[in-house]
């Protein structure tokens, strides 16, 4: 069997260009868990379902969750390093949880963050950063990178979602010792319904939503900058970055995250060598959220309880 996959690979790369050798190589890893077959209302991941997962530290303390896009690079929030410096992060990857014994960590400095040019701190707009590590990783079983969504990738409302972080339980409660790596199942809301629940005018072209309308089920404080990932054929791919939420895990408030597919020309021309893997995700069917309309008026939510809250600690 491995012989025959490897034949395969050959056959490819014989119609291929030198230069793209390279990409088809890369995405053949990208998105790929090999043993994968508390976020509000999730449960414990088992080690190695979700090998992109990182947790990036200040001066050794969890701040924000990030995924692993190629050997070098680690895509995030921007609001968790707005007007910070590299010093004092670390991004650790191949970790279960936070306390306690982790046979598969690896740690690597961050020695550069690049915020996206008009990531808006006030509307989280743009809410996106890439994180350079001070040498490359080595992929294993329990360290491998996220496929992204290409540019013009569709996900229609109610496509299966995944979010995963070592964010806080309930607003307020933190993740209980030994702090192991959440995961919880999550449908994609429609940008249409998803502004009239969370109020018109927040929900912008460059944002997705996920959640469920009974609630429940969200990230929380601490998972910002974290995956949310939906599976095509045997690939992983990466649609969002927990970006914020009016608390966490009401009813009828889905959570927003960064939309990845808007950001492909942005991130290539950031990350000149080893370009991470973009894969065109396509949701089968019709798309219900198309001729969604609000129903009656219109209002942002503006009492004290739903003062956006950012997802990190």
């Not at 976020?39 to 379902?49: L, S």
């Not at 396509?282 to 219900?288: A, E, M, N, T």
């Not at 209002?299 to 956006?308: A, G, H, L, M, N």
Request: glycine letters at 10%; a positive charge.
């Amino acid at each position: 069997m491995v012989l025959r996959k490897w034949i395969h690979l050959l056959a490819l790369v014989s119609l291929l260009s030198a230069g793209n050798l390279i990409l088809l190589i890369f995405v053949s890893v990208c998105g790929t868990a090999p043993h994968s077959s508390r976020i509000v209302g999730g449960k414990d991941a088992p080690p190695g379902y979700w090998p992109w997962q990182v947790s990036v530290q200040l001066f050794g303390k969890h701040l924000c969750g990030g995924s692993l896009v190629n050997k070098e690079w680690v895509m995030s929030a921007a609001h968790c390093f707005f007007r910070s410096s590299p010093s004092g992060l670390k991004v650790s990857l191949g970790l279960q949880s936070l306390q306690g014994a982790n046979p598969n960590k690896v740690s690597r400095n961050v020695a550069k963050i690049i915020l996206h040019p008009h990531y808006d701190s006030m509307t989280n707009n743009n809410d996106i950063a890439l994180l350079r590590v001070s040498s490359p990783v080595r992929f294993t079983d329990y360290i491998r990178p996220v496929c992204l969504a290409a540019s013009g990738s569709v996900f229609n409302n109610g496509t299966d979602s995944w979010v995963t972080g070592w964010g806080a339980v309930k607003e307020g409660v933190a993740l209980p010792f030994p702090q192991t790596l959440q995961e919880v199942e999550v449908p994609v809301f429609g940008n249409r319904q998803c502004n009239c629940l969370n109020g018109v005018g927040i929900v912008t072209d460059n944002m997705i939503c996920a959640g469920v309308l009974a609630g429940g089920k969200d990230s929380c404080q601490g998972d910002s900058g974290g995956p949310m990932v939906s599976k095509q054929g045997s690939v992983w791919v990466q649609s969002g970055i927990v970006s914020f939420g009016f608390g966490c895990a009401r009813p009828n408030l889905p959570g927003v995250y960064s939309r990845v597919s808007r950001y492909q020309s942005w991130i290539k021309s950031r990350i000149h060598f080893d370009k991470p893997g973009f894969v065109q995700f396509i949701s089968s069917g019709l798309d219900s959220d198309s001729s969604y309309t609000c129903p009656g008026p219109l209002t942002r939510p503006s009492s004290k309880s739903q003062v956006p809250v950012f997802q990190y600690q």
